[in-house]
């Protein structure tokens, strides 16, 4: 008797009868390890990384593109194969009975959105760099910038480091200048942001500019249907409605995920197998655009995800102003701050663009009239993803 071979038979079954069968397929904020139809972009990327293949370290570089490009998924996917084959190297030389050291660099991605403090952003880098743990707490920045000056002035290979998300609303590009400007000769960075060349302070004669256009509608058809070959049951989502989306996003890649992810809920919800025109509508409707990324959403503070959290559950007629949208969200359960405190993150949240004020008529009285808040993001997918990971 084969009782795994029964047990896999029993899931399988059970799996079929979902339409949903793996959310992160599906999601706009996770990235495969090969991005569909990117391969153009890929040898771009490895022209300019060359060098590293002869022992050198290459120029610095700033790659940009507009927003749902597929910046992010194409360095993520390039920085990590390149780090394996980086390890790979040191450990074959570390053990053999060669007296050579590696001229590998370490390929480092950093996150702008989750190392925004010049503390994180070094002991991120020196962390990727040397074998032993670093700790989070009791070291000063200083002592972390030396250490790391250290290790890549001993190191050969040196290292490349991406840093993504220059130009993001919650990060000084200024300072990040700074930072980079302070790294030793053993390192070389490859900037990753939205902002044209000649708006960007890190661009200068010496640094190497690679754009990444926006997806054409073929591609990111077939980045639909292989995420949703992944991520639903099979045959959920037809050709015809992956152009639909696709016509719709004009080339934004995180927007057609959202919109796919948003679509499969409420298909789910309906307890129906296939997506539908109306999912897909419904779906696209509920994508705000011009919005924000989703992973500049998750990046936040856990009492500001929580914040949005109750919000995306609160009922239009009580968030008739900022004020009431606070009081509101206050009474949620999840939500332990005081209606100050919220108020404070909803106005906050709206410098940055995670949110939007608009400004309300009343009438023809007399003073300023009160502003509401609107999201500037996927409200189903936000409120799924914030679910999984609690």
């Known amino acids: 008797m084969d009782i795994d071979a029964r047990i896999r038979r029993r899931r399988h079954r059970a799996d079929s009868q979902r339409l949903i069968r793996e959310y992160g397929a599906l999601s706009p904020v996770a990235h495969v390890e090969d991005p569909a139809g990117r391969g153009p972009v890929v040898e771009r990327l490895l022209d300019h990384l060359d060098p590293v293949f002869d022992g050198r370290l290459p120029q610095n570089a700033y790659v940009h593109g507009p927003f749902g490009a597929g910046k992010t998924a194409v360095v993520t996917a390039l920085f990590a194969r390149l780090d394996d084959l980086s390890v790979q190297s040191h450990s074959t030389i570390h053990t053999s009975t060669r007296a050579s050291a590696s001229t590998t660099p370490r390929f480092v991605y950093v996150d702008l959105r989750e190392t925004a403090s010049e503390f994180a952003f070094y002991r991120h880098v020196l962390d990727a760099v040397v074998d032993e743990t670093i700790p989070e707490h009791g070291i000063g920045t200083e002592e972390i910038r030396a250490r790391l000056h250290d290790a890549l002035t001993r190191s050969p290979g040196g290292a490349v480091v991406a840093v993504d998300h220059v130009g993001s609303p919650r990060v000084d590009a200024n300072a990040i200048r700074e930072r980079l400007d302070a790294l030793p000769d053993g390192a070389r960075w490859l900037a990753v942001g939205r902002p044209a060349p000649t708006e960007c302070p890190l661009v200068t004669a010496a640094v190497d500019a690679i754009r990444i256009d926006a997806y054409r509608r073929r591609v990111l058809i077939d980045v639909l249907m292989t995420r949703a070959s992944a991520g639903l049951a099979q045959g959920a989502l037809d050709h015809a409605l992956a152009r639909r989306i696709a016509d719709w996003a004009d080339g934004n890649a995180h927007d057609a995920l959202a919109a796919l992810f948003a679509a499969a809920e409420h298909a789910a919800e309906t307890d129906e197998a296939r997506l539908s025109e109306a999912d897909i509508d419904a779906a696209c409707r509920s994508v705000p655009r011009p919005g924000v990324s989703l992973g500049e959403v998750l990046a936040l503070s ?51 663009g995670v949110l939007e004020r608009v400004r309300m008529t009343d009438g023809g009285g007399k003073g300023r009239s009160p502003s509401r808040v609107e999201l500037r993001f996927p409200p189903t997918v936000f409120q799924k993803l914030y679910d999984l990971r609690q």
Do not use: C, W
Request: proline share 0%.
């Open 302 to 352: 856990t009492n500001k995800q929580r914040v949005l959290r109750a919000l995306v559950d609160l009922d239009r007629d009580e968030g008739s102003s900022v004020t009431e949208t606070a009081e509101g969200i206050a009474d949620a359960d999840a939500v332990d701050l005081s209606t100050g405190t919220i108020e404070r993150y909803l106005y906050e949240l709206a410098e940055t």
